[in-house]
């Protein structure tokens, strides 16, 4: 044994909380430090048209307004959870695919774990529904799509081959917001699910 310490797995979040990346606690997971990481993570790695960057709150936001369109219906647990299908990502940061895949399960794993301590701190299963998580994975699909064609360049045809989405695309015209205002419209978006 040489004596050294274990590498600190945890970071220190603005709210005071300590979140263990390897064993994330849900009572170290508050909004506020969800909000504001997302808000400052930008999707595509930040390669978009526009003054800022498409982040993730802004995409979760879109996800969530897609899903309703896909499903008027949707229930209000689905609901939320579309809201934060990605939350993780306020601590595993927003990888692009093939960063990922590069990387292999360990990533997957850590990012399941947060993810699963997010949803239960929010009282949804840390598992959802098989129904569920293909729903938002189609709402997804869809924001994915308008992102990479509206915002990171992408050709149509492009898009529809590698993101592979198939179906019918809202019309929606997407702007990126700055930092400030994707915070604040996420947590709106969250008190108004949330109540």
Known sequence: MSGEPPPRAWQRMLSGRR??????SPLDIEIADIALGLARVQRWNGQTIGEHGFSVAQHVLLVLDIL???????????????????ASEYVTSDL???FKAALGDAYKALEARV??????????KASLPEPWARAIKRADKAAAFLEATQL???????ARRLIPYRGRVPEMALIPWPAARARQEFLARFAGLFP
């Open 115 to 124: 993810q699963a301590a997010v949803h239960i701190r929010f009282a949804l």
């Open 68 to 86: 309703r369109i896909q499903q008027p219906n949707a229930p209000i647990d689905l609901q939320r959870a579309a809201l934060l299908h990605d």
């Open 96 to 98: 692009i695919t093939p």
């Open 152 to 158: 990171a360049g992408f050709a149509a045809e492009d």
């Open 19 to 24: 979140l263990d990346l390897l064993d994330p």
